[in-house]
């Protein structure tokens, strides 16, 4: 049971031009998003995050904006640069009863062509 | 610098054997996670932690065992029950349940390879 989904496993993007990734869940409950980079063979490192009970957060070139009527999340990169091209991963956490668990959804690859 | 560590960063292992990756955390975080990810496909959560002394099953859990004796640790031992071992392995840490940093914090990984 997949609970946080990211559809598009790759997607091409321009030099310049605005990167849109997008992720989708089912947990109602999820208290927190968080959106994650990552380059082959090392650790994720974290880009940005937004609270369940707020629509956007920007940082800098990364907008997060959150749908939670329609249970999705997305990541914009404006502008792409080639240093964007990595895998990106949405996750979302739960807080429940002192306990906390997150869960990632299955990465999109971005590549900023120049 | 406050981080999380895992080692060693290569791990060969002959079949049939256990072997375990470390990860250890200097953050104070109370919550600890082990993901697996494969070629091309996502973070998959093997088994993870809130407390010393407790922790939970993730998706993937057969095959693998953890231990959490102290807060700054957070050991994996990949059995020979695991039939798929060969994979990149991921450690994470969160302030907790009650805490309103949301970020997870990721060791550099530890690629394992079964030969």
């Known amino acids: 049971d997949q609970q946080v989904k990211q559809n598009s496993p790759s997607l091409s993007v321009q030099e310049g031009r605005i990167s849109i990734l997008n992720c989708d869940y089912t947990n109602s409950m999820f208290d927190y998003f968080l959106w994650y980079k990552k380059y082959p063979a090392e650790g994720p490192t974290f880009l940005i995050s937004i609270s369940s009970i707020k629509d956007k957060n920007e940082d800098g070139r990364f907008t997060v904006f959150l749908n939670k009527s329609a249970k999705h999340l997305s990541l914009h990169i404006v502008p792409s640069q080639p240093g964007d091209s990595a895998v990106y991963f949405c996750a979302a956490i739960l807080n429940s009863g002192g306990y906390q668990k997150v869960t990632f959804g299955t990465g999109t690859k971005l590549q900023v062509i120049p | 610098d406050g981080g999380i560590t895992q080692s060693p960063k290569y791990l060969f292992r002959k079949e049939g054997q256990n072997v375990t990756l470390s990860c250890e955390q200097n953050l104070n975080h109370d919550a600890m996670y082990w993901y697996r990810q494969d070629p091309g496909q996502g973070l998959r959560l093997i088994y993870y932690s809130q407390i010393v002394n407790d922790f939970q099953k993730g998706d993937i859990a057969e095959g693998y065992s953890v231990s959490r004796e102290k807060k700054e640790s957070f050991p994996l031992t990949v059995t020979s029950a695991q039939k798929n071992p060969t994979a990149f392995y991921l450690c994470?840490?969160?302030?907790?349940?009650?805490?309103?940093?949301?970020?997870?914090?990721f060791g550099q990984g530890t690629r394992l390879t079964v030969v």
């Open positions: 994470a840490s969160t302030q907790g349940g009650y805490s309103s940093n949301t970020e997870a914090f």
